[in-house]
């Protein structure tokens, strides 16, 4: 495999229900980063590694928590969420963070619908 | 607060030029991005620019000016595979990117 893979592609759940979004990126990247896209809207960065360390706490509500085991795996969990979460989750690596020349690659993202 | 400015949508004429204007105003400049976005794929990069000036690559071009907040993307000899989202994003004084609501693409025959 190539790239940044996200699983699942799609998922819906219930406001009560627990679940995980995966990320892998297959790249040697030292960065990886959690964005939620919705429709019209401009992508929002939730959480950005470096080295498997967290960088910034973005104001992101805490039924999202994020975890970052090693270097090439980057995972979100997800609870108690809101119908408003419902949204294109994309996951991206870069080389390095801090380095602005290096360009994002990402995921084809996960489509979670929240009912 | 940041802001970045796209028109959200254009159309253009298989063939043809068009250019995408995207404005800012960031805390801070370390660099301004373009990405394309087919629907429902991901967003892969296309350009990158920190200096003034254009930067040519292939039937793509990407221009920015620093003191104007101003960055245009142009493409050329339309095809009806750019037909897709374009993403201006520039990254901040934190390193993080500040991304454009994005500028949908439509291509006629």
């Known amino acids: 495999e190539t790239g940044v893979t996200q699983t699942p592609r799609h998922l819906v759940m219930g406001m009560t229900n627990k679940k995980s979004l995966k990320c892998e990126q297959h790249l040697g990247h030292n960065a990886m980063y959690w964005y939620k896209q919705s429709a019209k809207k401009p992508l929002e960065l939730m959480f950005v590694y470096s080295l498997e360390e967290r960088v910034e706490n973005n104001s992101v509500p805490s039924r999202f928590s994020p975890e970052c085991p090693n270097s090439s795996h980057l995972f979100l969990h997800l609870h108690t969420l809101q119908p408003e979460d419902s949204a294109l989750y994309l996951c991206a690596s870069s080389q390095d963070f801090g380095d602005p020349s290096y360009e994002q690659y990402f995921g084809p993202g996960t489509r979670l619908t929240v009912t | 607060g940041q802001n970045i400015d796209q028109p959200t949508e254009m159309t253009a004429t298989e063939g043809a030029i068009v250019q995408i204007n995207c404005t800012y105003q960031?805390?801070?400049?370390?660099?301004l991005f373009w990405y394309q976005q087919h629907a429902g794929e991901a967003p892969t990069f296309l350009s990158y620019n920190v200096l003034d000036g254009l930067e040519e690559k292939g039937r793509f071009s990407s221009f920015l000016s620093r003191s104007k907040g101003y960055s245009y993307l142009l493409l050329k000899e339309l095809q009806m595979k750019d037909s897709a989202s374009y993403l201006c994003?520039?990254?901040?004084?934190?390193?993080?990117?500040?991304w454009g609501a994005g500028t949908k693409l439509i291509i006629k025959p």
């Open positions: 994003a520039v990254c901040d004084s934190n390193y993080q990117l500040i």
């Open positions: 960031t805390s801070g400049f370390n660099g």
